[in-house]
């Protein structure tokens, strides 16, 4: 994981357009989530500025062979991400760290499938993280709007927290987080629980740092057609990424996903792998 250590306290509302989704959305938010490819996850692990805040642009290619995360009508398909992240560098307020910033960025599809499967993002994020014990425990908000990916038509509200603990032992890097996400739509209203553990190979490959992930969430939602399901999510990860000069940097990603349920149609398994080029300002 890019970051040491966030924790992250509160409650997750959706509130969803008017036009229903065909597509489960908390199937790309667990990928995504493992993958820690939302910006309010980084808010932390921003490289050390003189200025008080620091942006981010970056443009990421993705194949999948289940890009809508599909119990059974898997799309294989190719996407480009491009992207734009602003963090306020973190502040010291009464033993705590203060951070916050902004994204936006959107996943654009080839083969026709943007109406299907494209989605835009917009992310707001205020945090503080503290030291305690061998680790770091930290308190997160997040405000979280998709759109279709032109961001022609707002699909879905989110606002996020999560509480969570992390440390480092043996070279191994752990982080432990419970959320509760609650919504306008009882469908989604769910507890979450997530374990992530990181290893970084000593040597580079490459010129690459090279770090096996592993990651495992478990939900169990409470209302609506969904009331009763459990959901227990997995993912493998393999990254690796290289630094360099004025801010670049570029980063491979290949990960194994799946997620088992009680409900048939919440099971998909998913092959992700792409590039990420990335530089900060």
Excluded: C, K
């Amino acid at each position: 994981m890019r970051r040491t250590g966030v924790a992250v306290l509160g409650l997750i509302a959706v509130a969803s357009h008017a036009q229903a989704q065909s597509r489960d959305p908390t199937g790309s938010y667990d990928v995504d989530d493992g993958l820690r490819q939302h910006a309010y996850q980084l808010v932390f692990d921003q490289p050390p500025t003189a200025r008080p805040v620091s942006l981010d642009l970056s443009l990421g290619g993705t194949f999948s062979s289940n890009a809508g995360e599909s119990a059974s009508d898997q799309v294989v398909a190719v996407s480009a991400t491009p992207g734009a992240a602003l963090y306020v560098v973190p502040l010291p307020l009464g033993g705590w760290e203060l951070a916050g910033g902004g994204s936006v960025d959107a996943d654009v599809y080839a083969g026709g499938y943007n109406d299907q499967l494209g989605e835009g993002r917009l992310e707001g994020f205020a945090a503080v993280q503290r030291p305690l014990g061998p680790g770091s425990l930290a308190a997160e908000y997040v405000a979280f709007a998709g759109y279709a990916h032109d961001f022609a038509d707002h699909q879905y509200t989110l606002h996020i927290g999560q509480i969570a603990y992390s440390f480092e032992a043996h070279g191994v890097a752990a982080e432990f987080t419970a959320e509760y996400e609650g919504s306008d739509e009882p469908e989604l209203r769910r507890a979450r629980a997530t374990m992530t553990l990181e290893h970084a190979v000593a040597a580079p490959l490459f010129g690459h740092q090279v770090t096996v992930e592993g990651h495992l969430a478990a939900s169990d939602f409470t209302a609506g057609a969904n009331d009763g399901r459990t959901d227990v999510f997995a993912q493998v990860a393999l990254t690796a990424e290289r630094t360099f000069a004025n801010g670049w940097a570029l980063e491979w990603t290949t990960a194994l996903s799946h997620r088992f349920s009680n409900r048939t149609s919440a099971r998909f398994t998913e092959f992700d792998f792409g590039p990420s080029l990335s530089r900060t300002f």
